[in-house]
């Protein structure tokens, strides 16, 4: 169909689409074989550069899954991570209340027990 200076790669990856049998329809509606070709060659260039194809579809539709997937894993991995961040904090809050009451027992006890000892003088008094 396509003469030898105007070389087009035609292929089937857009959709049941035939340059030939086009070409052949353009013929016979009155436009000249050289008319039909490049109509043709025109045409079957426009669809295929610009058409979605199922294949493009599905090769998406892969590159989606596959994306979330590696998202999922991520996130889940990050999670993990903030889990025991928050575990360690917890822990290490636990500990610091732990010394802060503990020195406030042994404040209150020394407090109380100092009031006790001088309590008896000042009120002896």
Do not use: C
Request: proline share 2%.
């Amino acid at each position: 169909m396509a003469s030898q200076s105007r070389k087009h790669e035609f292929s089937s990856n857009v959709l049941p689409f035939d340059p030939l049998r086009y070409a052949k329809q353009l013929e016979e509606a009155g436009f000249t074989r050289a008319q039909a070709e490049v109509q043709a060659e025109t045409f079957f260039g426009i669809v295929n550069e610009n058409l979605v194809t199922k294949r493009d579809l599905q090769e998406l539709e892969n590159k989606l899954v596959q994306t979330i997937k590696e998202l999922e894993s991520k996130t889940a991995l990050e999670f993990e991570a903030m889990r025991l961040d928050t575990k360690s904090q917890i822990e290490l809050l636990r500990r610091d209340l732990k010394l802060w009451f503990g020195s406030m027992l042994v404040t209150v006890i020394v407090a109380f027990s100092t009031l006790l000892t001088v309590l008896p003088h000042v009120i002896g008094r």
